[in-house]
């Protein structure tokens, strides 16, 4: 942890709902921290954030809210799709909020790893480099053959394993680090998003990927901080800006480990839910929806008024840990 200091769930609620104190990583700050919860609160909601700035984070949460990595593309001499990706595993601590050090486990350095991105059909060849101090394996949802699992095939550090499969079935589903003991390996950061597209494409939209994701800073098997892509209250502090009247699409993955649910909130409007993306009519129309672990939709919606709109865990706590955002939404973007 490079001497930086952890802190309890409490602490990082008394930071978080306060925002006039931040997250400064220091005995300090910590105690004037738990002393303001104790007084009345700001009933401002611009407070429900941290102060200070990430420097140090794996992801760009604004870049990587729309940055898919679609493989090195060929065609091989049946005409089919060929898509090469690169993965490698390997140990490095990110800033998840400022001043708040983890000691993550990362595919290509970063949490979440690479969105990948194929369409239903094409041959997929992943190439994992272990890079990393510990044993890891990429388990891959959707439908493939066992020897490409990625569970009995464990890699050790300085080895390499290719999975190679056909891509299906259509829909929005995920990665992750299946060697035991697994929820180590998941909350340490070894997961990502995998979407395959199906052969005619979806409507245009607005697209985004959120990963809902959280951190146990002093391991005591309790999520300290909450986020969706990495950085707690990334979204609250940078709003989203999108277009009025135009189609949003959210990838909304839960690779959240220790709570058992997670969960998102819109306001202002009301979504329709695609569950696991792997049909083209959505299964329900509502602006809460909640997800278990490994669970993932994809969302779409219109914002027809102006303004900023919230979205956020309906877990309070979740939100007040970081598990909130803000779509700010424009006539036109500049």
Same mark, same amino acid.
């Given at each position: 942890?490079?001497?930086?200091?952890?802190?309890?769930? +409490?602490?990082?609620?008394?930071?978080?709902?306060?925002?006039?104190?931040?997250?400064?990583?220091?005995?300090?700050?910590?105690?004037?921290?738990?002393?303001?919860?104790?007084?009345?609160?700001? $009933?401002?909601?611009?407070?429900?954030?941290?102060?200070?700035?990430?420097?140090?984070?794996?992801?760009?949460?604004?870049?990587?809210?729309?940055?898919?990595?679609?493989?090195?593309?060929?065609?091989?001499?049946?005409?089919?799709?060929?898509?090469?990706?690169?993965?490698?595993?390997?140990?490095?601590?990110?800033?998840?909020?400022?001043?708040?050090?983890?000691?993550?486990?990362?595919?290509?350095?970063?949490?979440?790893?690479?969105?990948? +991105?194929?369409?239903?059909?094409?041959?997929?060849?992943?190439?994992?480099?272990?890079?990393?101090?510990?044993?890891?394996?990429?388990? !891959?949802?959707?439908? $493939?053959?066992?020897?490409?699992?990625?569970?009995?095939?464990?890699?050790?550090?300085?080895?390499?394993?290719?999975?190679?499969?056909?891509?299906?079935?259509?829909?929005?589903?995920?990665?992750?680090?299946?060697?035991?003991?697994?929820?180590?390996?998941?909350?340490?950061?070894?997961?990502?998003?995998?979407?395959?597209?199906?052969?005619?494409? +979806?409507?245009?939209?607005?697209?985004?990927?959120?990963?809902?994701?959280?951190?146990?800073?002093?391991?005591?098997?309790?999520?300290?901080?909450?986020?969706?892509?990495?950085?707690?209250?990334?979204?609250?502090?940078?709003?989203?800006?999108?277009?009025?009247?135009?189609?949003?699409?959210?990838?909304?993955?839960?690779?959240?480990? !220790?709570?058992?649910?997670?969960?998102?909130?819109? $306001?202002?409007?009301?979504?329709?839910?695609? +569950?696991?993306?792997?049909?083209?009519?959505?299964?329900?129309?509502?602006?809460?929806?909640?997800?278990?672990?490994?669970?993932?939709?994809?969302?779409?919606?219109? !914002?027809?008024?102006?303004?900023?709109?919230? !979205?956020?865990?309906?877990?309070?706590?979740?939100?007040?840990?970081?598990?909130?955002?803000?779509?700010?939404?424009?006539?036109?973007?500049?």
């Amino acid at each position: 942890m490079s001497g930086k200091r952890t802190m309890t769930r +409490r602490q990082m609620l008394a930071r978080g709902a306060l925002g006039a104190v931040g997250v400064a990583a220091t005995a300090k700050a910590v105690g004037a921290a738990e002393k303001l919860a104790e007084l009345e609160p700001s $009933h401002d909601p611009n407070t429900a954030s941290t102060v200070g700035v990430v420097t140090n984070a794996s992801v760009d949460p604004m870049t990587f809210l729309e940055e898919f990595d679609f493989g090195r593309v060929s065609t091989l001499p049946s005409g089919q799709t060929l898509r090469t990706f690169e993965l490698h595993a390997v140990d490095r601590e990110i800033e998840i909020a400022p001043g708040v050090f983890f000691p993550a486990w990362t595919y290509n350095g970063q949490v979440p790893g690479p969105t990948l +991105r194929a369409t239903e059909g094409d041959l997929l060849r992943m190439n994992f480099h272990n890079r990393s101090s510990h044993p890891h394996t990429i388990h !891959f949802h959707g439908i $493939h053959p066992a020897n490409m699992d990625g569970v009995f095939e464990v890699v050790e550090p300085g080895e390499t394993f290719v999975y190679e499969f056909v891509a299906k079935p259509f829909g929005l589903h995920l990665y992750h680090c299946h060697t035991v003991p697994i929820r180590k390996h998941i909350s340490k950061g070894l997961y990502g998003t995998f979407i395959i597209d199906p052969k005619g494409g +979806r409507p245009p939209a607005r697209e985004m990927v959120m990963v809902a994701n959280g951190f146990d800073t002093n391991f005591d098997g309790d999520n300290e901080v909450y986020a969706v892509n990495t950085v707690a209250f990334a979204y609250q502090k940078n709003p989203i800006v999108v277009r009025k009247g135009e189609l949003q699409r959210i990838y909304l993955v839960n690779a959240l480990e !220790f709570d058992p649910i997670n969960s998102l909130h819109l $306001h202002g409007e009301l979504f329709h839910v695609y +569950r696991t993306g792997t049909s083209l009519e959505p299964s329900d129309y509502t602006d809460t929806i909640m997800m278990c672990q490994g669970e993932r939709h994809i969302l779409e919606f219109t !914002f027809d008024e102006p303004g900023r709109f919230m !979205f956020h865990a309906h877990q309070s706590e979740f939100t007040e840990l970081g598990w909130m955002g803000v779509f700010n939404v424009v006539d036109v973007v500049a």
